[in-house]
């Protein structure tokens, strides 16, 4: 089965760039989109076909999909932006989601 | 807006059957899937299929396979997980989700239904 693997988890200080990736076999041929979610929370569009930004998400998050690696980019990282992030892709009319990504802001 | 609201939290015994429902407002119910996910406590995101709600299709989860059925009812625009011979390990918050066009993505999500499996 298609399998996506994540950092479990990224550090970065306010206002800093915290990139997380996503890695799964040509990744790259496929569409990535990307959650995040927060303590308690459901989950949250973020990204979504790689590179888009669902209305109402800030513009510090920006996207990228290229061979087997996915990135989500939050640029300026703000406190509200710590969360567990999931990347996700579709395989032979199967969701699959990474296997999460926790990002601390110091 | 656009939003989907579930069923409260169950408490089930292991063995039996659980069925979620999923109320969707503010959008063609017929125009969209839905979608299934639960989360053990801790765990991350665990996909369980789809379900196109204007023809019933379904697509499961291998895991899934002969315990899962999805259903709706486009009368009263809602949709129904329902997850059989329950076991301990089926502890989790289950979501659903309306399901975008290919690569768009999974949005909203439901606010969440903890289904506890305990003898």
């Known amino acids: 089965s298609y399998e996506l693997t994540q950092p479990p988890s990224v550090s970065v200080s306010p206002g800093q760039t915290a990139s997380i990736t996503c890695s799964g076999d040509?990744?790259?041929?496929?569409?990535a989109c990307w959650y995040q979610q927060r303590p308690g929370q459901s989950p949250v569009l973020v990204i979504y076909?790689?590179?888009k930004r669902p209305s109402g998400i800030p513009e510090r998050f920006s996207g990228s999909n290229s061979g087997n690696t996915a990135t989500l980019t939050i640029s300026g990282t703000q406190a509200m932006d710590e969360a567990d992030y999931y990347c996700?892709?579709?395989?032979?009319?199967?969701?699959?989601f990474g296997t999460g990504t926790k990002v601390t802001v110091l | 807006q656009v939003q989907l609201v579930q069923s409260g939290a169950e408490v089930k015994k292991p063995g039996a059957s659980v069925k979620v429902s999923c109320k969707a407002s503010?959008?063609?119910?017929?125009?969209?899937?839905i979608i299934w996910v639960r989360q053990a406590t801790g765990q991350g995101l665990e996909w369980m299929g789809w379900?196109?709600?204007?023809?019933?299709?379904?697509g499961y989860a291998q895991k899934f396979q002969g315990r899962l059925t999805m259903t709706r009812s486009t009368s009263i625009t809602t949709a129904y997980m329902e997850l059989s011979g329950l076991r301990s390990e089926d502890t989790a918050v289950y979501y659903c989700?309306?399901?975008?066009?290919?690569?768009?993505?999974?949005?909203?999500w439901g606010q969440g239904t903890l289904v506890s499996v305990s003898s």
């Open positions: 996700q892709a579709w395989d032979s009319s199967t969701g699959v």
């Open positions: 040509k990744l790259g041929d496929k569409y």
């Open positions: 503010g959008y063609t119910f017929t125009s969209y899937d």
């Open positions: 076909q790689d590179t």
């Open positions: 989700a309306r399901g975008l066009a290919a690569g768009v993505g999974f949005d909203p």
């Open positions: 379900m196109n709600a204007n023809s019933g299709n379904t």
